[in-house]
């Protein structure tokens, strides 16, 4: 069974994490039973009217069905993607 390495800091973790399979380090983690809080913000959202093509609306849809998401949060996650790329100064993290 394969040991888990050592890293430096938060980011070179998260980023072996990010690209490694961790299926077969599960034997040797240890099981921690402490409680972890997590504090989620509900972050205000308005409902917005948008006119749009039928024929893109029904591609959109059927992406979404591919991916096994509703199609307004994939046309959400296309526009959060197109901001940071375009205005990524105006996103709150």
């Known amino acids: 069974m394969p040991k888990i390495p050592s890293f430096e800091d938060e980011q070179k973790a998260a980023d072996w994490f990010a690209a490694h399979d961790t299926s077969s380090y599960m034997e040797g983690l240890e099981k921690v039973d402490e409680p972890i809080p997590v504090f989620r913000s509900r972050l205000t959202k308005k409902p917005v009217g948008l006119r749009i093509r ?27 993607e197109k901001l940071r790329q375009e205005a990524p100064e105006l996103l709150k993290k």
């Not at 039928?54 to 059927?62: F, G, T």
Request: glycine share 4%; hydrophobic share 45%; net charge negative.
């Open 54 to 80: 039928s024929d893109y609306l029904e591609a959109v849809k059927q992406v979404a069905e591919s991916k096994g998401i509703p199609y307004q949060t994939l046309i959400q996650m296309w526009l959060v």
